[in-house]
């Protein structure tokens, strides 16, 4: 993880442990949290312990200088302020995305900013029974996952009454690791049960009717200068098309090392793994809805 980047957004329970853990692990790291250090805070967030308060200090000043103490080569960057849509520039400067905050309303502004800026990310809750942790990287986003979840998606770390244990913490800097690391895919869904250390997992699929990923796909082809000519109709998503996988949901595609291609009533598509595509015998709307279906 030497020459990986990791934006932290919210340093309260879970983001400052995960932080103390991850020393030396990045490149560089970036604390994004409006918050001061309270006397309340030390309950669950025992990372703010050697706190003076003699004066305010914000939890992002106060952890860029206790990790700097410990002298690794990671550099830290520091960000006072609450995440909003303003920053989504600031997500560029990163490799991943982690999620750390306390409420849905900021979950759901970040998720929009990763799926704006095509950031992998990371969202993560703690309360007293389990661990939630959800990733994303050119999968169903978050709001996916939100909007058909009734009510049953926590909050954050509303309900956590002590601090996080050991296995917890070990549990979220191995998985988050194999993410960054592109040893896992997005779209995962796991829980992690606190009690009898049991792990659950499974796939979310994108929904087709997601405000904010369905748009941001949208716009990608029209972005992608779909274009008629003497050949066909061309397009360039401009990303990495993970070909293996598309082969398996497009019966009767055909494989040739970095090339994909897809035949379907006299018609044809031809995909590389730069994410270039040529289609023969369709009309434009129908590469575009086609394109769609392929992306997400």
């Known amino acids: 993880m030497e020459n990986k980047s990791i934006l932290v957004i919210g340093a309260g329970a ?15 790291i970036g604390i994004f949290d409006g918050d001061i250090v309270t006397k309340s805070n030390l309950i669950t967030q025992p990372f703010y312990k050697e706190c003076d308060f003699s004066s305010p200090v914000s939890k992002t000043a106060f952890a860029i200088k206790k990790l700097n103490s410990f002298g690794s080569s990671t550099e830290y960057k520091g960000y006072e302020r609450y995440f909003t849509e303003k920053d989504f520039e600031t997500m ?14 900021s979950r759901l502004i970040i998720n929009e900013g990763c799926v704006k800026e095509g950031k992998a990310a990371v969202f993560a809750s703690l309360n007293e029974k389990e661990a939630f942790l959800y ?8 709001n996916c996952l939100f909007r058909n979840s009734i009510g049953h998606v926590k909050e954050g770390c509303e309900s956590v009454v002590s601090a996080p244990e050991k296995e917890f913490v070990s549990f979220l800097k191995e998985n988050i ?3 960054a690391s592109n040893k896992a895919e ?6 992690f049960n606190l009690s009898n250390k049991k ?5 979310l699929k994108k929904d087709n009717e997601c405000e904010v990923c369905v748009k941001h796909m949208t716009k990608k082809v029209e972005d992608g200068f779909l274009q008629v000519c003497s050949s066909g109709i061309k397009f360039s998503y401009g990303k990495h098309i993970d070909l293996k996988k598309l082969s398996s949901v497009l019966p ?12 379907q009533n006299n018609k044809s598509v031809l995909i590389s793994l730069d994410g270039d595509f040529l289609f023969t015998g369709y009309t ?13």
């Open 14 to 28: 879970v983001g400052s442990a995960f932080l103390e853990s991850s020393i030396g692990m990045f490149k560089k």
């Open 92 to 105: 560029k400067e990163y490799d991943l995305i982690a999620d750390f905050t306390d409420n849905i309303n």
């Open 135 to 142: 990733f994303y990287r050119n999968s169903a986003c978050f």
């Open 177 to 179: 690791l194999e993410f």
């Open 186 to 191: 997005g779209g995962q869904i796991i829980l």
């Open 199 to 203: 792990v659950l997992s499974s796939m």
């Open 252 to 263: 009767g595609s055909r494989l040739y090392n970095e090339f994909l291609i897809f035949n």
């Open 284 to 296: 434009k709307e129908e590469a575009g809805k086609l394109i769609t279906s392929f992306v997400s």
